[in-house]
């Protein structure tokens, strides 16, 4: 006899926003709201709606893949409080750190191999009663966070504000102007991807319209600006520059 199985991926970074109280659908939708805000990402409401909806105590088995970053542990920590009596069983991606060449403070399944994912087949394990209510518990605690961010520390998780990385982003650019999308990969980098792209735009857009940035247009193709209008992405103009797309603009800092 063949198997079966259904995959559910989380729709959302936790990493990002006031997290949801409950799982009802006014805590999720402004949930949502919020890191669409944040990160620029769009329709997360009906995904999100549908994991925390899904039957997993009808299932024989329900298997959590899931890193030490703070996405998927936190991830982890929800299904055990979503779900207490689903046959819950979990695979800890960080089991893998020692065979990457490179990695951030966190470790998550997207940054694994299929070789390292073959492997972590064979360390499926249960998670036993204790384990799942201390996790539960865990998330019941974080559920309440109103931070805009959550980032790896040395504790865990740590909580920090909505421009902790404002700094950062300011000194990479320097005085003369680089492109935009650079500036945002050497952050990334230097900061372990703690967040995303789409964060780092936002924050680059609120800088220069607090007046610590300063952007000028970059001279790009018309095929790329076919496929910025054409990806539907809203033109936002600070000091007569169009800045909705990373490509488009170079930015300084302004000393």
Known sequence: MGSTADVAVFPCALRYGAL?????????????????????????????????????????????WHGDDVDERLMYYMVCALAPAAPLFEVDVAAVRPMLKHCGRGVSLSICSVENVEWLYGRIVPVDGPRMEAAAAAWNRWRCSDAALRIVSDDGIAEVAEDFFDGAVVATCGAEYRKAVRVVGDVLCATDFAVGGGFLQRRIVALLRAGRLSARAEDVSERMRRAIAAAGIVPVTVGGVDVSALPLFSIAAVR
């Open 20 to 64: 949801f109280r409950d799982f009802g659908d006014e805590s999720l939708r402004r949930y949502a709201g919020e890191v669409e805000r944040l990160t620029g990402g769009c329709g997360l409401f009906g995904p999100l709606r549908a994991f925390v909806g899904m039957d997993f105590g009808a299932c024989d088995r329900v298997v959590v």
